[in-house]
């Protein structure tokens, strides 16, 4: 299957080397803000025509059907009008530490004890956590092992302003969104800075290469041929509506055209129903043998309205289907596990590469749990300088500021074990740059600050490494006044990188 093919987005494949060369290097991003009006105008309506051309798309969420029925109620995806500066040297640190992180995120996976004993305080108040604890435990009392095991994960971190330390924000095991259209805002930045080379006087050759739609393909596909039947399919695990459903269909597409691997997209209450478990350990949904698990969905309590859903993931635990992610990873990518490899040395019970072991130290912010009363204390005096947590995923749940203050006051003078639902962290405080936010065809000029998310995928077959490398990455960047980061959240928009 050549890139070339109409259904694969242009050059959002393997990733290029950046050309590093003295005389390469062009002047930094201008002040966005003081752009000539008619540039500007002739940049936003040539960005939005290839972001429609492309594919670069979500659901409309004024048009009730968009989340349900493909082709209804299109909108591009909220994006960057140009792409953000971010130093090469940090960069490359970010890429290096993703195959370190997913070796740990297998070996913790591995320690059933670890995850229980960490996660026991949150499992009496936080009833999400507890069913997925639950599942976990039932798959360790029947030694269920996971022998073909896939992570397709997303590393997420800020470049503090001040001390100029490349800190981790968390890292995601479940439903790294964005792959799919990541690329095409990396695309379509390099597109503008062609086209308006002149004008600009920017080189495009400084936006990295940007794979994580093949690479996540590439994963996938690897993971299905481990799988060892050639009529089983790649299930998606998908929530009831999905406006950001494109981004999921770009890799069925990739799948189907280069692979020749068959998706099938069902709900967890849907697997329920149709779902059937054959004594050789074969999850038959509907006619279709499940080679592959892959939850695009199941993060949220959102996702379990009811009984139905909890028996659809236990289900699917039980099956020989490749889970991306098994339920061991899952809870390995929670923010009290994260808090807890912060600990000294814990990192050291998973890891023996001492410089693999101080390099994952060197990204890691200020993490504690809630029983650490003097952070406690200082948190409460000082909250602007710290972020309060719960075990959720998805943007939109995290506490901050004078809100923060007042739930661990609540907490301290209830004195209940509700605080083990949450951990603190070190609040980041980002670079603040001019920006251009477009999201429904309008061009927003706001100060900005960006997240880079670097995407990583893991395979391992019993002793066997097949894939451990980083796949790419997705840049968001939103008003330096807004405290949350998700885009699928209304929050931020998609980005991409100029090395500078």
């Known amino acids: 299957m050549t890139p070339s093919s109409p259904f694969l987005p242009i050059k959002c494949g393997r990733v ?19 752009m000539d009006p008619k540039l500007l105008q002739s940049m936003v309506y040539d960005a939005l025509v290839w972001s429609s051309l492309h594919g670069l798309v979500v659901g409309d969420r004024n048009i009730q059907r968009s989340g349900k029925v493909p082709g209804v109620g299109m909108v591009h995806a909220p994006f960057a009008l140009l792409p953000m500066s971010f130093p090469e040297s940090h960069w490359r640190q970010a890429c290096e530490l993703a195959p370190i992180f997913n070796e740990l995120v297998d070996r913790v996976s591995l320690d059933g004890e670890f995850l229980q004993d960490s996660l026991s305080r949150t499992k009496k108040v936080d009833a999400f956590t507890s069913r997925l604890l639950d599942i976990h435990s039932m798959m360790l009392q029947n030694n269920k092992n996971e022998e073909i095991r896939l992570g397709l994960h997303r590393s997420d971190y800020m470049l503090d302003e001040q001390t100029k330390l490349l800190l981790q924000i968390e890292l995601n095991t479940v439903s ?29 050759g400084r936006i990295p290469g940007n794979a994580s739609l093949s690479q996540f393909a590439e994963a996938l596909a690897k993971a299905w041929k481990e799988y060892n039947n050639p009529r089983a ?31 099938i997209r069902k709900t967890l209450a849907e697997i329920d129903e149709q779902g059937v478990l054959l004594p050789d350990g074969t999850l038959l949904v509907g006619d279709h043998a499940i080679g592959v698990i892959y939850f695009r969905a199941g993060y949220t309590p959102n996702d379990y309205p009811s009984e139905s859903e909890w028996r659809a993931r236990y289900l699917m635990e039980q099956s020989s289907a490749i889970k ?28 023996d590469n001492k410089d693999d072991i101080a390099k994952l130290r060197k990204c890691f912010a200020g993490l504690w749990s809630l029983d650490d009363s003097s952070i406690v204390k200082d948190a409460i005096e000082r909250p602007e300088f710290y972020v309060m947590k719960p075990q959720r995923e998805g943007g939109g749940n995290n506490i901050y500021g004078d809100d923060m203050r007042k739930a661990l006051l609540r907490l301290q003078e209830e004195g209940t074990e509700e605080n083990a639902a949450y951990i603190l962290m070190q609040r980041i ?37 097949i894939m451990n490398e980083h796949c790419g990455y997705l840049m968001r960047t939103k008003v330096s006044s807004s405290n949350e980061g998700g885009v699928a959240a209304g929050f931020a928009v998609l980005d991409s990188v100029y090395l500078t």
Not at 180 to 204: A, I, P, T, W, Y
Not at 326 to 339: N, R, W
């Open 16 to 34: 290029e080397e950046i050309n590093t060369q003295e005389e390469n290097l062009t002047k930094p991003m201008p002040n966005l803000h003081i």
């Open 233 to 263: 399919v790649v299930m998606i695990v998908v929530q009831t509506e999905e406006r950001n459903m494109y981004d999921q269909h770009w890799l069925s597409t990739v799948l189907k055209e280069r692979y020749d691997v068959s998706t």
């Open 324 to 351: 991306c992610p098994s339920i061991s990873y899952h809870l390995a990518g929670t923010k009290k596990i994260q808090q807890e490899l912060a600990k000294p040395n814990v990192l050291e019970r998973f890891l």
């Open 176 to 204: 790294s969104s964005f792959p799919g259209l990541s690329c095409l805002v990396s695309e379509l930045h390099r597109s503008l800075l062609n086209q308006f080379k002149e004008q600009l006087g920017l080189d495009s």
């Open 429 to 465: 405080f980002p670079t603040i740059a001019p920006s251009l936010l477009m999201r429904d065809g309008i061009c927003h000029k706001n100060h900005a600050i960006s997240e880079l998310g670097i995407y990583s995928a893991y395979l391992r077959n019993k002793e066997n490494v």
